[in-house]
């Protein structure tokens, strides 16, 4: 099966159904997306975060797992900031980990893993920022990306 871009009314349902999202990547250094992402979505969301990176023990007061496999439970969505070429690597632990969702941030596109994902059953976003998406769904951006207008230059009278 070849991987087709999930319309926006796709990634909203994954947003939506998703209970438990796995940081891959995570990372301790606040200039990182990926540490950014994860202070939002501990912020402003629900989901479960479950943060996955060898080198760290704890990350925003919450334990921090080695890999995939190290998760207590299987997640939902596995978002993925790790460079192009782990892809396949952190694909391959998505599907064994019985993930839903194969999430690759902004910058990240591999047709290859996307494909196989696929083939496995998962849904498969790719080159797009969750923290973005979730919130242009729940009223911080326009569907088009663009702010909503809840800091504007209008005086008010």
Request: charged share 25%; proline share 4%; net charge negative.
């Amino acid at each position: 099966m070849t991987w087709t871009e999930p319309s926006a009314l796709e990634r909203q349902a994954i947003l939506r159904q998703a209970r438990t999202i796995a940081i891959v990547g995570a990372s301790d250094n606040p200039s990182r997306a990926s540490y950014f992402v994860s202070t939002y979505l501990q912020a402003e969301t629900t989901y479960d975060l479950w943060f996955v990176n060898p080198r760290l023990t704890e990350l925003l007061g919450q334990k921090v797992y080695p890999s995939l496999a190290d998760l207590p439970g299987e997640p939902d969505v596995v978002d993925v900031f790790r460079k192009a070429s782990d892809l396949p690597q952190v694909a391959d632990e998505a599907i064994a980990a019985h993930a839903k969702v194969l999430w690759l941030q902004l910058g990240l596109f591999d047709q290859d893993v996307a494909d196989r994902a696929t083939d496995a059953g998962l849904q498969v976003v790719m080159n797009r920022c969750l923290k973005v998406e979730h919130a242009r769904f729940h009223g911080g951006l326009h569907l088009a990306g663009f702010d909503t207008g809840v800091i504007d230059s209008r005086r008010r009278h």
